[in-house]
């Protein structure tokens, strides 16, 4: 399965500190995104990163790729009470883009 | 910015009703999907539609569920006789290609009673 698995669970920060989330995933890719879901909401993409990508900038997110342990990360500075959400990574399984999510980070920032 | 837009924002059926969800994809996009979320849970694939044909759909997505593009705008998820356990959120997305980053609607609630 192409399924991205995040880790940890859940995190909790103050306002202000970086947050770091992580994704596994199992087989080749061509791409990994990531994907934000606010309690209630639809998915709001956040990124995407090539699989000949190493590191992908975007404001305040910094995405890292490494296909040697098939695995990527996710770096939110100076985090925000706004950054409260649960967040995805997914790879499309095929062509046909279909998104195979994991469970989620859930990341609470306390202001 | 363009988006997808999705209605209603919440369904209440009986059990044995049908029901269609419709979304409106982003215009120019060719890939169009349908995922669900039951609460507390992971967000699920349910369809692609490419080409106007289905492309993939899960296992979830049995002979009580379809999707119709009826036009150039509308792309519509029909559930014949809903169940009790088909109550969830469901989103629709787009994406210009099947690699690129896919744009999810807000979603409907569909509560089966």
């Known amino acids: 399965s192409q399924q991205g698995e995040e880790d940890p669970q859940a995190l909790s920060i103050q306002e202000g500190e970086n947050a770091t989330m992580n994704c596994s995933y199992k087989?080749?890719?061509?791409?990994l995104q990531w994907y934000r879901q606010n309690s209630g909401r639809g998915l709001v993409h956040l990124i995407l990163i090539r699989s000949n990508e190493r590191e992908k900038h975007s404001g305040r997110l910094r995405v890292t790729l490494d296909t040697s342990k098939k695995s990527s990360s996710l770096l939110i500075t100076a985090s925000r009470a706004a950054d409260t959400a649960s967040y995805f990574c997914a790879t499309p399984y095929n062509q046909g883009g279909k998104l195979i999510f994991g469970q989620g980070t859930e990341l609470s920032v306390k202001p | 910015e363009p988006e997808v837009t999705q209605t209603p924002s919440h369904q209440v059926t009986q059990m044995g009703q049908e029901v269609i969800l419709r979304c409106v994809p982003i215009s120019n996009h060719l890939y169009f999907y349908w995922y669900r979320q039951i609460l507390g849970q992971k967000v699920e694939f349910l369809v692609s539609f490419y080409n106007n044909e289905i492309s993939e759909k899960s296992e979830i997505f049995d002979d009580q569920f379809s999707v119709e593009r009826p036009d150039g705008s509308n792309f519509t998820l029909k559930i014949r006789s809903t169940k009790l356990e088909d109550s969830a959120m469901y989103f629709c997305a787009s994406s210009g290609t099947g690699y690129n980053e896919q744009f999810f609607g807000p979603g409907t609630r569909l509560t089966v009673l």
């Open positions: 087989t080749s890719i061509n791409n």
